[in-house]
């Protein structure tokens, strides 16, 4: 394949975290200040004694980034992988550590995922679609202090663009590509008041797939369209008192990604290697998976005095999800069609106060949660590959029939619900001694009280419930060298709930997950504000680690199980930004991981001693990104971009035997501040283009029974034209 990585030049990829602001018109002769949340209050990324990284603004616009998808392999230690029967959801690992089944209506992430500080509780929300982000912070490491459970590999938060006071704002955005891509995004900011704005926002993003399907009048494989809108309410009636209100609603319609035979051991395909362009047999039917949502959150930042401020953040989010798709005969050779509807509805309350004196900083909150999810499972069948019901090999039956083709039984439906409820308290103060201004010692702790319930019906029925509570904690000790060179040593906890899979055959609970992690770090700013270095290194413990384990018999069963041992993950993170000359802005990072999971018992092979693999943990990935900004002409500003991702081999389930290397490049040429006249705005032309080598990398892999490997491919090359005119 095109593109490997040699095991002896891995090292040298390095990955790209955020390059500093080139803002139009505008040449860097020095890095910008990073401002940002990771401990809930704002604050230098330099002065942060937390391993975090930032996609700004101008990295969003220019990778093209609208959600989770966007950015895996773009932050270190950060990656991710479709869920196997859908784009829509999305699986997110840091450091190492990220769920398998994690479309399950009990299922935890691993990292905590944050909208405005709202979380999102089921990766299908993932496809969200991100109209006008002003940042990314993605936190690595245990986060159980700040965000709670569920935040064991760390956590990404979205932040949204808020409302202007007093300014009138106005962006289109019209975009073309190949695969009859389409992009179309508006943006408004409109002020009402002297102290009320509204933000208007609108995108939509389609494009058809790169697999065709050779059945006539029926969809591709990879086709995409998505839409959402996003309304913001500002109102600040006095300086103390800042007041939001968002409501976003969005639908995400995707196929399949198209299963390829990596080894056919039954010789009824072949091996598929390579990428392909269309299916080998036509495909019916190949319905998309549908994902509405909806939410609102209201905020409110008080200003109590000038050493004290509270914030308050209520949200509610509803998600509704049909799955389509049509594993096209690969899996179990008969067309297998998994249509799983989720109904979601979720509300979260966060109340914090935050205080700053002379030599202490301190934040104590309130957090409440709680979730219903009601999943329906139906399992069909779409191919006769064998001529067992009809009597005609490789005949297509539609509408597929809910009868297993080789047992001749019908396959019943599965109903599933389940409710969770969590509360919480927390706190952290950093003291800084009155005899040492150059010490930080931080010191949080956070208790949670979670219970689950529901009920599994599938020719019987059975019901669980679950009650656990966990104290986490964190302390570090900071120490600034320089003005602008500082070191930190940290010990942190954190834990993911325990559940029940409702893939699995018992119904057995697992319990939870408890992680401790000690890290040192670096942080600094060399050459005048010309050169940034960070750097952490880590080592991770697992107590009772959470294992999606698929029977070796039936892909369709799934037991989450506990390992016995515990798993080690260690590591080190390198980020780097450079401004060598003016206009021209150079970010770099290398990560570095290494996972020891020794030999577990598999309670779906009657205990038998198994070694699982640690899962989408590479043990070298990185990039780098590429930005120059040309000297203004009268016509405009020239701008250019190029970013490289590359990530070693790495598993994508536990039981993986298939893995795979690749390195990415996308580039980018603008011009922007296209004069249009006095008072009449400016225009930008973006010419872009992903994957410029056309590289063939695979993003998904796992064994097929009874003894094939089936792999998904990554997009090929993309390319397009973007314009934009902002007033």
């Not at 002769?29 to 975090?52: G, M």
């Not at 109102?235 to 196929?255: E, H």
């Not at 536990?654 to 011009?671: C, E, G, V």
Request: net charge negative; charged share 20%; aromatic share 10%.
């Amino acid at each position: 394949m095109p593109g490997k990585i040699p095991r002896q030049l891995a090292p040298l990829m390095l990955t790209a975290i955020i390059s500093t602001p080139l803002h139009a018109g505008e040449r860097s002769t020095a890095l910008e200040e990073v401002v940002v949340t990771a401990q809930k209050r704002e604050e230098s990324l330099q002065t942060t004694p937390v391993a975090v990284s930032v996609i700004d603004r101008r990295q969003i616009e220019m990778q093209q980034i609208t959600g989770m998808s966007s950015i895996s392999g773009a932050v270190p230690s950060l990656e991710g992988q479709p869920w196997g029967n859908t784009q829509n959801t999305w699986i997110a690992a840091i450091r190492g550590n990220g769920p398998i089944d994690a479309a399950s209506a009990t299922r935890d992430g691993a990292v905590g995922v944050y909208v405005d500080g709202i979380y999102l509780a089921r990766p299908q929300a993932l496809a969200l679609e991100m109209t006008d982000l002003e940042r990314i912070e993605v936190l690595r490491g245990p986060q159980g202090s700040l965000f709670g459970r569920n935040a064991t590999a760390g956590a990404v938060n979205f932040i949204a663009r808020k409302p202007v006071l007093g300014k009138f704002g106005l962006e289109q955005t019209i975009g073309v590509g190949n695969f009859d891509s389409r992009t179309i995004t508006s943006r408004a900011n409109i002020p009402m008041t002297d102290t009320v704005s509204i933000k208007l926002d609108y995108g939509l993003r389609k494009h058809d797939g790169w697999v065709k399907n050779t059945a006539p009048h029926e969809n591709d494989f990879g086709d995409r369209n998505d839409k959402g809108g996003h309304i913001a309410l500002r109102f600040q009636p006095t300086d103390d008192l800042d007041i939001g209100f968002v409501f976003d609603k969005s639908k995400a319609s995707s196929t399949m990604l198209y299963y390829q035979v990596y080894e056919d051991h039954g010789d009824f395909f072949g091996n598929e290697r390579d990428r392909d362009s269309k299916s080998r047999s036509p495909v019916v039917p190949l319905d998309p998976t549908v994902t509405h949502q909806e939410g609102y959150a209201l905020t409110a930042d008080w200003s109590l005095s000038p050493n004290l401020s509270a914030k308050a953040i209520v949200g509610c989010r509803e998600l509704n999800e049909h799955t389509g798709g049509n594993y096209a005969g690969t899996l179990y050779y008969n067309g297998f069609i998994s249509n799983v509807d989720t109904l979601q509805h979720q509300c979260s309350e966060e109340l914090a106060f935050q205080g700053k004196e002379e030599t202490l900083d301190w934040i104590v909150g309130l957090y409440n949660f709680g979730e219903g999810v009601h999943q329906n499972t139906q399992n069909r069948f779409s191919l006769d590959q064998f001529g067992i019901l009809t009597g005609v090999p490789g005949t297509i039956i539609d509408p597929p029939t809910t009868t297993d083709l080789f047992t001749a039984e019908p396959v019943l439906p599965k109903f599933v619900k389940a409710d969770s409820e969590s509360q919480a308290v927390y706190g952290q103060l950093t003291y800084t001694p009155p005899t040492d201004s150059r010490l930080h010692l931080t010191l949080g702790g956070r208790y949670t009280k979670d219970k689950k319930s529901g009920s599994r019906f599938q020719s019987v029925y059975q019901e669980f419930d679950l009650n656990e509570h966990s104290t986490d904690g964190t302390f570090t000790v900071a120490y600034d060298l320089a003005n602008e060179v500082s070191v930190y040593g940290k010990w942190a906890s954190a834990y993911r709930a325990g559940g029940v899979n409702p893939g699995s055959v018992t119904l057995t609970p697992y319990d939870s997950e408890k992680v401790k992690s000690i890290e040192l770090g670096l942080k600094s700013e060399l050459l005048a504000r010309r050169a940034r270095v960070n750097v952490a290194a880590f080592r991770t413990f697992y107590d009772h680690m959470q294992i999606d384990v698929e029977d070796p018999l039936s892909i369709t069963l799934t037991q989450t199980i506990n390992a016995e041992n515990t798993v080690r993950i260690e590591g080190m993170e390198f980020e780097g930004q450079f401004v060598p000359f003016e206009g021209f802005v150079v970010g770099l990072s290398y990560t570095y991981l290494h996972g020891f999971m020794p030999i577990q018992p598999n309670t779906l092979e009657n205990n038998a001693p198994t070694q699982f693999q640690l899962t989408q943990t590479p043990r070298h990935a990185g990039a780098a990104t590429f930005d120059y900004s040309f000297k203004p002409w009268s016509f405009g500003t020239l701008g250019a971009h190029l970013d490289i991702t590359s990530t070693d081999r790495y598993a994508h389930i536990p039981q993986d035997t298939r893995m795979d290397a690749y390195i990415l490049i996308n580039a980018s040429l603008s011009l922007s501040d296209i004069p249009l006249g006095a008072d009449h705005g400016t225009l930008q032309a973006t010419l872009w283009v992903k994957n410029l080598r056309d590289e063939e990398y695979v993003i998904l892999a796992y064994p097929n029974p009874p003894a094939d490997v089936i792999q998904q491919f990554g997009a090929p090359r993309t390319y397009g034209l973007n314009i934009i005119y902002r007033y």
